[in-house]
Nanobody
Framework: QVQLVESGGGLAQPGGSLRLSCAASGFTFNHVAMGWFRQAPGKEREFVAAISWTGGTTYYADSVKGRFTISRDNAKNTLYLQMNSLKPEDTALYYC???????????????????WGQGTQVTVSS
């Protein structure tokens, strides 16, 4: 069965960095695009970043562009999100997600993803 397990969240100061990981299993990881989403209390889940199945194409929300970097290691079946210059408004539960189809580019619509991890909490506060 498909499993996505996020890790790496925690408490960071404004301006600090965190690196999230998502360990994937139960499907052919190097055939599918992957994405990161987040959900803050009282808000809807929103797109953060996505990466194509090859890793050659990435796509970011405007709010994180230039600060966050999505990457993948297909040999390790792992997705990453490097988060730099963190802001208090980045505080949220972060989820990784699997594209519902194979061999596609990155996309921001959460309805295009069919499996989700349990999330890892990121809190940015001084």
């Amino acid at each position: 069965q498909v499993q996505l397990v996020e890790s790496g969240g925690g408490l960071a100061q404004p301006g600090g960095s965190l690196r999230l990981s998502c360990a994937a299993s139960g499907f052919t990881f190097n055939h599918v695009a992957m994405g990161w989403f987040r959900q803050a209390p009282g808000k809807e889940r929103e797109f953060v970043a996505a990466i194509s199945w090859t890793g050659g194409t990435t796509y970011y929300a405007d709010s994180v562009k230039g600060r966050f970097t999505i990457s993948r290691d297909n040999a390790k079946n792992t997705l990453y999100l490097q988060m730099n210059s963190l802001k208090p408004e980045d505080t949220a539960l972060y989820y990784c997600a699997k594209d519902r189809l194979e061999y596609r580019g990155p996309r921001s619509d959460l309805n295009e993803y069919n499996y989700w991890g349990q999330g890892t909490q990121v809190t940015v506060s001084s």
